[in-house]
T-cell receptor, first 114, second 111 residues
Framework: EPEVTQTPSHQVTQMGQEVILRCVPI?????FYWYRQILGQKVEFLVS????????KSEIFDDQFSVERPDGSNFTLKIRSTKLEDSAMYFC????????????FGQGTRLTVV | DQQVKQNSPSLSVQEGRISILNCDYT??????FLWYKKYPAEGPTFLIS?????DKNEDGRFTVFLNKSAKHLSLHIVPSQPGDSAVYFC??????????FGTGTRLKVLA
């Protein structure tokens, strides 16, 4: 069964360092998303991506964040200068269509900023 | 601004009984709803969905009910099994390029 894969599963980084979280969405999906969940809190939308550009972003997704689809398979989230409050589980998701369809999520990357 | 609300943070149910998880939403324009199940340190797993043209959708032990006038949906799990113990999120497609999640309900099924 096709699945969304994320690497690494756990990333520890120093405050102020750049991190890149990687995702391989399901191959025939066209819409890509990043969400995050701070421990014990809700699953929060960060950004959606379609046709090589950002479709929508949340207030969380400020200038420190960027996304890229560098080739036909990978979808990355970059945080330029990490802060302690960026520590969270980051989930990549993809969906085949835009509406009336489910999004499939990866297993997540646990980002710990120290 | 909580557009999707799950007012019960936790629920305990005996194995074999029915689990009912509830969700309320605020925007009557929302027309597609989903339930996800999440284990610790894993990503949300899609369970079942419903479109606003229906009021019920069933898949095995899982049934979702939609009451549009009340802006309420519920997930019924019958019979509940210990492996169902997880956090359940309701979500909706917002009509823009994102899914909005509720705060989650932690279900514990007691053996």
């Amino acid at each position: 069964e096709p699945e969304v894969t994320q690497t690494p599963s756990h990333q520890v980084t120093q405050m102020g360092q750049e991190v890149i979280l990687r995702c391989v969405p399901i191959s025939n999906h066209l819409y890509f998303y990043w969400y995050r969940q701070i421990l014990g809190q809700k699953v929060e939308f960060l950004v959606s991506f379609y046709n090589n550009e950002i479709s929508e972003k949340s207030e969380i997704f400020d200038d420190q964040f960027s996304v890229e689809r560098p080739d036909g398979s990978n979808f990355t989230l970059k945080i330029r200068s990490t802060k302690l409050e960026d520590s969270a589980m980051y989930f990549c998701a993809s969906s085949e269509y835009l509406a009336s369809t489910e999004a499939f999520f990866g297993q997540g990357t646990r980002l710990t900023v120290v | 601004d909580q557009q999707v609300k799950q007012n019960s943070p936790s629920l305990s149910v005996q194995e074999g009984r029915i689990s009912i998880l509830n969700c309320d939403y605020t925007n009557s324009m929302f027309d597609y709803f989903l339930w996800y199940k999440k284990y610790p340190a894993e990503g949300p797993t899609f369970l079942i969905s419903i479109s606003s043209i229906k009021d019920k959708n069933e898949d095995g032990r899982f049934t979702v009910f939609l009451n549009k006038s009340a802006k309420h949906l519920s997930l019924h799990i019958v019979p509940s099994q210990p492996g169902d113990s997880a956090v359940y999120f309701c979500a909706t497609y917002s009509g823009t390029y994102k899914y909005i999640f509720g705060t989650g309900t932690r279900l514990k099924v007691l053996a």
